[in-house]
């Protein structure tokens, strides 16, 4: 069954720790992608990667880590540098134009 | 920076009205693409316009894309309760992660 698999649905966090979301995909897809969403804000990238060990940042950066070791896993790590963590993340991945998302995770830092 | 920005942010209408949502953009689009995303869900891609003036159609949506490529419109004919959720178009600049407007919300009753 192909898709991308976000884990957990449900993520808390005590002020302060650092958190990693995970993110994978057997689409077999170059390029994957994380944005935040907050109400009434849209879609805002954080991070993307076009290819294994490369990747770049998006519009709000700061306070977040990527890597891209594997094709198939693209992990966010929140920092406790990120003022306002407590949002709804979305992992994607594409091929040609179109993007796949993730069911994603609904962080909420305690 | 580019924009994409959408309007309105929401909308309410009563079952079988029709219903409009508006993407325009500060400079020249690329392609267009729309994605819905039902409320606690995802977004899920439904098109990619790119043409000037291109008209697509999927039952009762209907997309559209500008003379300018600088705006873009989905229309839905006699809305249904299984239509709410929100609407997001994305300019996809080649070489570069999408570039969401912030959605329309749309919430329809029966």
């Known amino acids: 069954d192909g898709g991308i698999t976000q884990s957990p649905k449900y993520l808390f966090r005590k002020e302060g720790q650092n958190v990693t979301l995970s993110c994978e995909q057997n689409?077999?897809?170059?390029?994957m992608y994380w944005y935040r969403q907050d109400p009434g804000q849209g879609l805002r990238l954080i991070y993307y990667s076009q290819i294994v060990n490369d990747f770049q940042k998006g519009d709000i950066a700061e306070g977040y880590s990527v890597s891209r070791e594997k094709k198939e896993s693209f992990p966010l790590t929140v920092t406790s540098a990120q003022k306002n963590p407590t949002a709804f993340y979305l992992c994607a991945s594409s091929r040609a134009d179109t993007q796949y998302f993730g069911p994603g995770t609904r962080l909420t830092v305690l | 920076g580019q924009q994409v920005m959408q309007i309105p942010q929401y909308q309410h209408v009563q079952e079988g009205e029709d219903f409009t949502t508006y993407c325009n953009s500060s400079?020249?689009?690329?392609?267009i693409q729309w994605y819905k995303q039902r409320p606690g869900g995802h977004p899920v891609f439904l098109i990619q316009l790119v043409k000037s003036g291109e008209v697509k159609k999927q039952k009762r949506l209907t997309f559209q894309f500008g003379e300018a490529k600088k705006n873009s419109s989905l229309h839905i004919t006699a809305t249904q309760t299984t239509d709410v959720g929100t609407y997001f178009c994305a300019d996809n600049q080649a070489g570069t992660a999408l570039i969401f407007g912030k959605g329309t919300t749309l919430s329809v009753s029966s």
């Open positions: 400079t020249t689009l690329s392609n």
């Open positions: 689409l077999n897809h170059d390029a």
